[in-house]
């Protein structure tokens, strides 16, 4: 039975697995202890879980479990990872190389650093939405920083060569930080065959819950420093204070470890639906994709339908079926999306597009249903323009 609306905006944010949330429950009632109550059973219960979730997190990522810090989510993660490694190294330089289809929350940052005297290149991507390791070592700098690339972009779906970029910035001696929130769950993220030094994610695009998320910091080879934003109590090595939202924790720790079990099966059966709802709607007349097709995340299409708007088509579908025109943080906006722009498209073009992400609940039957109430849809649109 199909039941309405359909979610397909999982790039968004998606739904919390069950077994997720099951592990949470006693965290909120029986077992409420601050993670940092040295002195009593209920603390040691909070940290030990904090622990396990640690685990599990780093595991997920190829890190070490004091690696990680937790965090709100992937807004403070980027937040930490840059103004941090800015802070900390000012004295080596105040370069970074970052791109043009980075998430608002490392872009802004960036902005936010150039007021106070940082450079920032940001380099441009090409047409199939993807940067090259050349243009990275080409941008480098003596008094470069930082590198900060996404590894898989929110609203195309593309994964960037982030093996490549990682093995440019060693061999530069400059950090190398990557926004994986899209990545992380989904395909396999190695921090350490990917040379990344950090790398924040978020709970809410796996299965998790809000708020709450994590940044992997490099211990080893190098040592990363990286100074606070947060100060009060010394949590997380004093990193990041605040007492830890030990039941969120918990959340993304089982989050983590599901997408290890099912990350495999999840990547095939999305991706045969995805391919089968991007050939179908590719049927229509004037419609194409945004971005690789190659280098590209299982379960996202982004398609473009010349000649219509994608307000109307929004409007058209958006009782029945869930989608976005852009990022979640942007589509409030009628703006074209900068993404859909960094690829050289214009206003009218970008304005046709609609991101399709599929997710671990997504039916055969909610692809099908999709394929014809899209196509209907498209069909009146273009039958209405030309009229
Ligand atoms: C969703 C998203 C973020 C923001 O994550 P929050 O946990 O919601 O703050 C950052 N970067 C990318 C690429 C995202 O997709």
Known sequence: MLRFPIYL?????????????????????????NAASRHHPFGWQAEEAVDRAREQVAALIGAEPNEII?????????????????????????????????????????KHLEKRGAEVTYLPVNTEGLITPEQVEAAIRPDTVLIAIMYANNELG??????????IARKHGVLFFTDATQAVGKISVDVNWDTIDLLSLTAHKMYGPKGVGALYVRRRNPRVKLSAQLHGGGHERDI???????????????????????????????????????????????????????????HVTNIGFKGVDNEGLLMGINKEIAVSSGSACTSASLEPSYVLKALGLGDEV????????????TTEEEILYTISKVGETVKALRELSFS
């Not at 905006?9 to 202890?33: I, S, W, Y």
């Not at 593309?158 to 093995?167: D, F, L, S």
């Not at 970008?350 to 609940?361: P, Q």
């Open 158 to 167: 593309t994964v960037m060569p982030v093996k490549e970029i990682g093995a």
């Open 9 to 33: 905006d999982h790039n968004a944010t998606t739904p919390c697995d069950p077994r997720v949330v099951e592990a949470m429950l006693p965290f909120f009632t029986q077992k409420f202890g």
């Open 70 to 110: 937790f965090t709100s989510g992937a807004t403070e993660g980027d937040n930490l990872a840059i103004k941090g490694v800015a802070e900390t190294y000012a004295s080596k330089g105040s370069h970074i190389i970052t791109c043009n289809i980075e998430h608002k929350a490392v872009l802004d940052v960036c």
């Open 240 to 298: 990041r204070s605040g007492t830890l939202n030990v039941p969120g924790i918990v959340g993304l720790g089982k989050a983590c470890e599901i997408s290890a079990l099912d990350m495999d099966a999840d990547a095939e059966r999305l991706s045969r639906m995805r391919d089968s709802l991007e050939t179908a709607l590719l049927d229509l007349e004037g419609s194409f994709v945004n971005g690789s097709r190659e280098h590209r995340l299982p």
């Open 350 to 361: 970008a304005r046709s597009s609609l991101r399709f992400s599929l997710g671990r609940f």
